[in-house]
């Protein structure tokens, strides 16, 4: 297999290292930027990143991404005390749509609904295609005051907006939406913030579908003292203190 040192795009399934290192050799020059060959590994490198890091079919981050960025906003939320919501979104009777339209226009909603919800959130906000009809956005800085009418305002563009299956078929979708805050002040993991967000979702697809369910935000208690074990090198005295959870209650759409 002979790979030219020119080649524009990087076919990464005829990738062997062996011959990067060859066209590195051939070349002559690997300084960064000064040849082609250094490009040509920059482009093997960022299009594995690019690979490890998205969905294929709608662009958005994927899981192990989004896992990433949940757990960073993990930390600070245990660090700052401030809010952060997740929203989990399943596309409603998705499976109808594959049968009665087939898979290549499931597909075709999966990528339209990726790209309506790419223009729902904000910068700041990470929004991932978590599983197969399944969507995830954590959303930094998310007042609980806010937190319903923006995944309200999520819920009612995906309804309003057609999505073209096909040359001459345009179909409505719904979502259901759950949310959970990670709470402030206790170190959690990123499983049990998206299992509280699950169960929100599986709420809102009992509750008949198309529709937000949001856990109430945790009314933090924490002391001064028991958030300073957070910063501390020693355990409290008592486990249970430094992780402080209030009950939860649902918040239902109207
Ligand atoms: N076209 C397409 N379909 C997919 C993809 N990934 C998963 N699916 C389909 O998504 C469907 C999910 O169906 P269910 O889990 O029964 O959920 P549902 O029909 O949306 O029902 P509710 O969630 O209860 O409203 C299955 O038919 C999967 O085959 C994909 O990448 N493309």
């Keep these: 297999m002979s790979l030219q040192a020119t080649t524009d795009f990087v076919d990464l399934r005829a990738l062997r290292l062996d011959t990067a290192r060859s066209l590195l050799e051939q070349s002559g020059d690997d300084g960064p930027g000064c040849g082609n060959a250094t490009d040509y590994l920059q482009g093997v490198i960022d299009g594995l990143c ?40 399943d596309i409603d009777h998705f499976k109808a749509i594959n049968d009665t339209h087939g898979h ?55 309804a309003d907006l057609p999505v073209r299956v096909s040359p001459s078929l345009e179909i409505r979708i719904t979502v259901s939406i759950g949310g959970a805050f990670a709470q402030p002040w206790v170190r959690s993991t990123t499983s049990l913030w998206s299992e509280r967000a ?46 402080v959870a209030a009950p939860h209650a649902p918040h239902s759409a109207p």
Excluded: W
Aim: charged share 25%; glycine share 4%; net charge negative.
């Design 198 to 243: 699950d169960q929100q979702l599986y709420a809102a697809k009992d509750a008949g579908r198309d529709c937000v369910r949001i856990e109430l935000p945790p009314d933090s208690t924490v002391t001064a003292e028991e958030k300073s074990f957070l910063f501390s090198h020693f355990a409290p005295p008592d486990t249970h203190a430094a992780n």
């Design 50 to 89: 690019n690979l490890s890091q998205h969905d294929p079919l709608t662009g958005l981050a994927n899981r192990r991404t989004f896992r990433a960025a949940l757990e960073r906003e993990l930390d600070r939320v245990a660090r700052s005390g401030e809010s952060a919501l997740l929203l989990m979104l």
């Design 104 to 158: 290549t226009a499931g597909d075709a909603v999966l990528q339209a609904l990726a790209h309506t919800l790419a223009n729902c959130v904000r910068p700041m906000d990470t929004l991932a295609r978590y599983g197969g009809e399944e969507f995830a956005v954590v959303m930094p800085a998310c007042q609980a005051a806010f937190a319903f009418a923006a995944a309200e305002r999520i819920r009612c563009t995906v």
